[in-house]
């Protein structure tokens, strides 16, 4: 039994459409399971998934949310709105987002900070490149990205995921192996306890992305540091995406 509560978190970016929801929805009715599971569809689709909620455990995600409150920002989408439609989550950062939208550590923890006002669940995404990890800077990249991710917010009593996603695993069939990705969760573990304290490093849960599949799920949730998985590619199966998430426990 895990100290943290389990998380599963599918990213859909931008795919799927109807059809997936109700077979996504459809796989998860009536069965329960240890872990937090959440769905990040596209925008458009998120109020179509929660008229079919109350059937299931599933809960819903954004993959991305405003920094900005309301105002003259076209195309943006607030925390308020996000939760008052029914989220319980957000991710932010992820490496799609800080390669090709131009997002910064600056900018995601004034995002981190937005969500948590409005109660919802902040799932900071980071990770280093191919290069990076080649040249043995992997931790040096790590933090940089949570001290100017998070540093200075105030975490106390507050729910927080951060995802450690490398950019060079994802959506290529190499995932980290277990090993790596428990350093890397530890590291990740004691960065937060030196930037903030022992309380915020024990509750905030650590999640692995990066060609997660039902075949490594469960090597990789054994891991001590590892408190969960953000899936991309393997949760536009349904079938698939349960049998990840009736690993974790
Ligand atoms: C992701 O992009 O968040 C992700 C984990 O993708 P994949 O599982 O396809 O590698």
């Given at each position: 039994m895990k100290q943290r509560k389990p998380i599963v978190i599918a990213n859909w970016k931008?795919?799927?459409?109807?059809?997936?929801?109700?077979?996504?929805?459809?796989?998860?009715?009536?069965?329960?399971?240890?872990?937090?599971?959440?769905?990040?569809?596209?925008?458009?689709y998120m109020r179509d998934m929660m008229t079919f909620l109350q059937y299931s455990e599933l809960q819903i995600g954004s993959q991305n949310v405003?920094?900005?409150?309301?105002?003259?920002?076209?195309?943006?989408?607030?925390?308020q709105m996000l939760k008052q439609a029914g989220c319980s989550l957000c991710l932010i950062g992820h490496s799609e987002r800080r390669a090709m939208f131009a997002e910064n550590n600056e900018g995601c923890k004034i995002k981190v900070n937005t969500a948590?006002?409005?109660?919802?669940?902040?799932?900071?995404c980071v990770g280093e490149n191919?290069?990076?990890?080649e040249a043995n800077i992997t931790e040096q990249v790590l933090y940089k990205q949570l001290s100017e991710g998070l540093g200075g917010l105030d975490l106390a009593g507050k729910d927080l995921c951060i995802a450690y996603e490398?950019?060079?695993?994802?959506?290529?069939?190499?995932?980290?192996t277990p090993a790596i990705a428990q350093q890397v969760h530890q590291y990740i573990r004691a960065e937060v306890t030196r930037l903030f304290d022992q309380?915020?490093?024990?509750?905030?849960?650590?999640?692995?992305?990066?060609?997660v599949t039902k075949a490594n799920a469960s090597e990789l949730l054994q891991q001590p540091d590892i408190d969960g998985l953000l899936v991309?590619?393997?949760?536009?199966?349904?079938?698939?995406?349960?049998?990840?998430c009736e690993q974790a426990s």
């Open positions: 931008l795919n799927g459409g109807l059809d997936l929801i109700c077979t996504s929805v459809a796989s998860f009715i009536g069965k329960h399971f240890a872990a937090q599971i959440a769905i990040c569809p596209p925008y458009l405003s920094r900005y409150e309301s105002g003259a920002y076209t195309g943006e989408t607030s925390a948590l006002n409005h109660g919802l669940l902040p799932v900071l191919r290069e990076e990890r490398p950019v060079w695993a994802i959506g290529t069939g190499l995932a980290a309380d915020t490093a024990n509750r905030v849960r650590i999640l692995y992305g990066g060609s991309g590619g393997a949760s536009l199966d349904p079938g698939h995406f349960v049998a990840i």
